[in-house]
């Protein structure tokens, strides 16, 4: 498929063209391309053994730098995945835009020489003894532990769901899996030939790239236009919270831009329920009521926790608005552990009020590597993350809103010409064609 190349909306060519530049060299800004030389960074001696759970961007990012930055350390990364994929890509492998190969690498290219790679999963963590227990049973002593596992796709909190059936009987799901997401489009492709009623879903639960319902919703609606049967389709947003995004500005932005696009949405109503076969789905109301619909498509991002691992360990909040999803406490600036000081998260798997996006771990990457130095030297973790979050959100082909925020729902524009409440071909093209090398320059360790 093809995407007619065309001028940002309000911004000249001259803009246009500046700000592709800007963005290749805005480096320190949050969505830096990674087209930048490298920097070098200082090293410091140490036989410090640092461990590392988890090979997502996070993990990748981390034991990258640190092999860089520690000379004489001992560095260990635990997991057992093989292939690693470019998560952000899931949205376009759904709609259509990109083929699933596009989203597919291989761990062993991008852990770099030096690093001990234990290809197993994390089962248990002992932190009073500082030792990670993996699937086999092996021990692992560590000086400094990183977690990183990400998180747990939880779809078994909804009755009759069944992950091997997404792509038949119009059941899709953009988060498990390149092969799923592709499968995801197939589903949305058979319905905008034929129309029908269309259920897109939000849980209550924290998740990853949280825009990612947003983005289908939006695509759904274009892709139905496209066909020319947009008026033989219905599509209801269900969202079991009150919002349907976490800042509010982008969060009206989005339900004006719906209503006239004509897609209710329906707040306090969360999926409980769905039956595959009869393609009808069931979904709590806020008084507990029941209310259930008949579908011919329906979109589900499962509700999302913490691995087993650590939601089980002394590792996660004990209390609080995280401790129920198990997610790991986290000082949300220095990203150190709260409890056990030798301890630091990264990405999806902390418990904080916002994170969940490769922008995020981008930004935090660094400064989970300069404070764990710090402490090594017998210092204080100094460097403070914002929060600093950034979902290029889809709402059209040829067409997407950059919005970037921080913990305090700021908005943080970082490239000139890019209005966060325009939509525009700039942004659109750089989720379509510049954010990969600047993830995979996070990867390794270059950003």
């Known amino acids: ?48 053994h640092v461990v590392v759970i988890g090979s997502g961007l996070a993990g990748l990012g981390l034991v990258n730098r640190l092999r860089k930055q520690l000379d004489g350390a001992k560095i260990t990364l635990v997991d057992a995945k093989k292939v690693h994929h470019y998560q952000p890509g899931f949205t376009l492998v759904a709609t259509g835009i990109w083929p699933k190969g596009k989203v597919s690498d291989t761990n062993a290219e991008l852990i770099p020489p030096g690093v001990d790679w234990v290809q197993e999963m994390a ?48 059941l ?9 997401a592709e499968a995801t489009w197939k589903a949305m492709d058979e319905f ?12 209550a639960t924290p998740i990853k790239c949280a825009g990612a319902p947003l983005k289908m919703t939006f695509m759904l609606h274009n892709r139905l236009e496209q066909a020319g049967m947009r008026d033989r389709a219905s599509i209801d947003f269900h969202s079991a919270i009150s919002s349907v995004f976490s800042v509010p500005v982008i969060n009206q932005e989005v339900l004006n831009r719906w209503q006239q696009a004509n897609i209710p949405v329906h707040f306090r109503s969360k999926l409980v329920a769905v039956d595959i076969d009869a393609q009808r789905a069931t979904f709590e109301q806020e008084d507990g009521s029941h ?5 011919d498509f329906i979109h589900i991002p499962p509700p999302m926790r913490a691995p087993d691992a650590v939601k089980n360990s002394p590792l996660a909040w004990q209390e609080g608005p995280f401790a129920g999803g198990g997610w790991l406490e986290v000082d949300p600036g220095t990203l150190q552990h709260r409890r056990y000081a030798n301890v630091f998260g990264c990405g999806d798997i902390n418990g904080t009020a916002k994170g969940k996006t490769a922008a995020t771990v981008k930004k935090s990457v660094p400064i989970v590597v300069d404070n764990l130095i710090s402490l090594i030297q017998g210092q204080s973790p100094k460097v403070i993350f914002d929060g ?20 305090k729902d700021n908005l943080t524009p970082s490239l000139p010409g ?25 990867a390794k360790g270059r950003l």
């Open 1 to 48: 498929m093809t995407t007619k190349r065309r001028q940002a909306p309000g911004m000249s060519r001259r803009a246009f063209l500046g700000a592709g530049t800007a963005a290749t060299l805005a480096a320190g800004t949050g969505i830096n391309l990674g087209l930048t030389a490298e920097t070098q960074a200082a090293t410091i001696k140490t036989s410090a």
């Open 123 to 170: 089962k248990e963590f002992r932190p009073d003894s500082n030792e990670v227990v993996t699937e086999s049973g092996k021990v692992l002593k560590y000086d400094y532990l990183i977690v990183a596992t990400g998180l747990q796709l939880d779809f078994g909190q909804i009755e009759g769901m069944d992950i091997n059936r997404i792509g038949s009987k119009g």
């Open 172 to 180: 899709a799901s953009v988060y498990p899996g390149p092969e799923l």
């Open 192 to 203: 905008r030939r034929k129309g029908g009623k269309a259920l897109m879903t939000l849980p």
């Open 291 to 295: 209310l259930v619909e008949d579908y």
């Open 388 to 407: 600093y979050t950034s979902c290029p959100l889809l709402v059209r082909e040829g067409a997407a809103l950059l919005v970037e925020f921080d913990y």
């Open 418 to 442: 890019i209005k966060p409440l325009q939509d525009s071909y700039f942004a659109w093209l750089l989720k379509y064609r510049l954010f990969k090398p600047s993830y995979m320059a996070v």
